[in-house]
């Protein structure tokens, strides 16, 4: 079955960084584009970022361009979200979604002083 997993999140202060992984399994990874989401407290899942089969094209948030690289690796079955000078208002749950199967559990990001 589709299975997507993603780790690395953690706590951070405003200004520092993390870089969050998602391996999948189940599917033709290469063949697919894949989406960073996000969801905070009472807000609702908004995208972060995407990014096409091969890595050629990538597109971002207004909020996070400049800041935030999406990017993967075709032979690990693993995209990336590389986030640098995070702000509080990043802190959330943060997602990977391809175009097979649901939602996974996401990785907790949370950026405080």
């Known amino acids: 079955q589709v299975q997507l997993v993603e780790s690395g999140g953690g706590w951070v202060q405003p200004g520092g960084s993390l870089r969050l992984s998602c391996a999948a399994s189940?599917?033709?990874?290469?063949?697919?584009?894949m989406i960073w989401y996000r969801q905070a407290p009472g807000k609702e899942r908004e995208l972060v970022a995407s990014?096409?089969?091969?890595?050629?094209?990538?597109n971002y948030k207004d909020s996070v361009k400049g800041r935030f690289t999406i990017s993967r690796d075709n032979r690990k079955n693993t995209v990336y979200l590389q986030m640098n000078s995070l702000k509080p208002e990043d802190t959330a749950v943060y997602y990977c979604?391809?175009?097979?199967?649901?939602w996974g559990q996401g990785t907790q990001v949370t950026v405080s002083s």
């Open positions: 189940g599917f033709t990874f290469s063949q697919y584009g």
């Open positions: 990014i096409s089969n091969t890595g050629g094209s990538r």
């Open positions: 979604k391809g175009p097979f199967g649901g």
